[in-house]
């Protein structure tokens, strides 16, 4: 091979150990690739147990059983034509949520970079948008099922790629604002977080950092790290609110307006004449929904640690300042909170939906109306817009439904993605390749990973929702999953959950291991007949709420403790 050739005559089977390293370039570049070829050894079964053992060590920590008996040893290839034929087996989609699982920890490692758009696979010497790290959506994807489903190791260098471009994003603000704080990029490299491209869309989001800084506080909401809490998530939420500070301005009710200002790569309908579409336009949804949570979860992380006690009083008055959510003539949750631009439909993005999903600010309990103004507008995307949505926003779309908490609807999103976006590899693809009239179609369909990630994540919102201090069981269990079981997923708050359920019998049993002592209000998918433990100090009891009753109980969780319920449903 050093002579530039390899020929193999007579073989059975051929091992190649290969080394890239993009970076390294000139006289003597593959010297110190060669000296990490020669300390391998070319022995294929070992090198297979080497992977395997670090494989299992995260891949086994959770696991997801749907009970799929047909279909389960059968290949990618019969199960696609399946899927192509209108029955998608279930068997499909249970290898998927597995094989989201491997992509993620194979290629997201402590040390090391991130998950881009491609993961580490990547067959073109000109990728698709240069497998670069997309902040408007795409990365945020790749890592939404890292957390609860107990892989918190491969979330670290997410984290260590954001805090090594933190300078790159403070010039951003700089330069283009005259703010202080973080300001990051739509698209960043490993080797710069500056703003360089200057399509409206890129150059006018300003919500990215925000957004970032979700996974940051979520760290910590899983995992109970308080020194990451202090020394990480703190001051990376503090840079997000420095920025908001010197960017927002006041109208003449003192309520804050955002402008320029972007809902990504979406166009409004201008109101106004002559306007046409208009993609900078003024007060987007989402540059509130992002800059609320953070500034609450600043807030509450300040609380937490005893810390900033002269800061806390400007960034709650701040909250203040920030206008309430508005919903359009037709129900829908407004996307552009400003009467000159009204909802555009046919698009893949639904950022405007954030406080829904990936936010867990608007709930069923807590805001009703909101709640049921997200159903319409993500119902208009799938129904209105089918045809301009891709690979990754059908995962994402899947994972709203799974919040909104219809099962049925988030299963269809994966169907349909199945069918169009689907390879025989399994890896998913950005669009429909197939022109099976679901996706946006086109001559090149460019594959991109964070659908994969994303359908995985959807699979767990399906059957496990928490928020601090509750937990809310199969909150969205489509008819197609009757029976079924899962073990080790985690929930904000530090606790990790276990089920088994059976539809046909009305019976279940749950297992809780809570990192530390706490109560939690637990919300089952069915009225309750009986709730019982064997754990004298797991105490079992109503909620103060009367309509609670039927289907919630408050659940005393003991620190280190397995606490299993056992369940009968009306």
Excluded at 155 to 179: H, I, Q, V
Excluded at 345 to 374: D, K, M, N, V, W
Excluded at 383 to 394: C, K, N, R, Y
Aim: net charge negative; aromatic share 12%.
């Amino acid at each position: 091979m050093r002579e530039q050739r390899l020929h193999v005559e007579d073989a059975d089977a051929v091992t190649v150990l290969l080394r890239i390293d993009p970076k390294l370039g000139g006289p003597g570049a593959l010297d110190p690739l060669l000296r990490g070829l020669d300390g391998l050894p070319a022995d294929y079964a070992l090198l297979f147990e080497r992977h395997a053992a670090e494989h299992r060590a995260l891949f086994l920590r959770a696991e997801l059983d749907l009970r799929a008996s047909e279909g389960a040893d059968a290949g990618n290839e019969q199960l696609l034509l399946d899927a192509y034929s209108g029955i998608v087996p279930t068997a499909l989609i249970e290898r998927m949520y597995d094989y989201g699982r491997y992509l993620l920890l194979s290629s997201s490692r402590p040390g090391g970079l991130p998950a881009n758009l491609q993961g580490v696979w990547n067959g073109d010497y000109a990728p698709a948008w240069s497998s670069a790290f997309f902040n408007n959506e795409n990365i945020q994807m790749n890592y939404w099922q890292a957390l609860p489903g107990h892989m918190a190791e491969a979330a670290l260098p997410f984290f260590d790629f954001f805090e090594s471009l933190l300078d790159d994003m403070r010039t951003n603000a700089r330069k283009w604002y005259g703010c202080r704080g973080i300001l990051s990029p739509l698209f960043a490299s490993p080797d710069s977080g500056l703003k360089k491209n200057l399509q409206p869309h890129v150059v006018y989001f300003s919500a990215g950092a925000g957004w970032l800084a979700q996974h940051f506080y979520d760290y910590w909401l899983f995992t109970g790290d308080r020194a990451f809490l202090e020394r990480r998530a703190v001051p990376f939420l503090k840079e997000c609110a420095l920025f908001y500070e010197d960017f927002f301005v006041e109208d003449e009710n003192g309520r804050y307006k955002s402008y320029p200002s972007n809902s990504p790569e979406n166009f409004a309908n201008g109101a106004f004449e002559g306007s046409g579409t208009v993609a900078v336009c003024i007060n987007a949804t989402m540059d509130f929904a992002v800059a609320k949570e953070v500034l609450t979860h600043l807030c509450e992380a300040c609380e937490e640690l005893g810390i900033e006690a002269e800061s806390l009083p400007k960034w709650r008055a701040m909250l203040g300042k920030l206008p309430a959510y508005q919903v359009n003539g037709e129900g829908a949750l407004k996307e552009w909170m400003h009467p000159d631009f009204a909802d555009n439909y046919r698009h893949r993005h639904l950022s405007h939906l954030y406080p829904l999903f990936p936010g867990y600010e608007i709930t069923q309990g807590s805001e009703p109306e909101l709640f049921e103004a997200c159903r319409t507008a993500v119902e208009k995307r799938l129904v209105i817009g089918l045809q301009d949505q891709t690979g990754w926003s059908l995962a994402h779309m899947a994972n709203l439904y799974a919040r909104l908490g219809d099962g049925n609807r988030a299963l269809e999103c994966l169907e349909l993605l199945s069918r169009s976006c689907l390879g025989d590899n399994l890896f998913t693809y950005h669009n429909d390749w197939r022109r099976q009239g679901i996706s946006v179609a086109g001559k090149r369909a460019p594959f991109q990973i964070d659908a994969n990630f994303g359908w995985s994540a959807a699979m767990q919102e399906m059957l496990l929702f928490s928020a601090p201090g509750v937990i809310k069981l199969l909150p969205a269990l489509p008819d197609a999953w009757r029976e079924g079981r899962f073990r080790g997923l985690r929930c904000r708050g530090g606790a990790e959950v276990s089920m088994a359920w059976g539809l046909a019998e009305g019976t279940a049993e749950v297992s809780f291991v809570s990192a530390r002592t706490q109560t939690v209000e637990v919300e089952f998918p069915f009225a309750l007949q009986e709730a019982t433990s064997d754990d004298a100090e797991a105490a079992v009891s109503l909620p103060e709420v009367p309509d609670k009753a039927a289907r919630h109980r408050l659940v005393h969780l003991p620190a280190g403790r397995t606490v299993t319920l056992k369940l009968r449903f009306v």
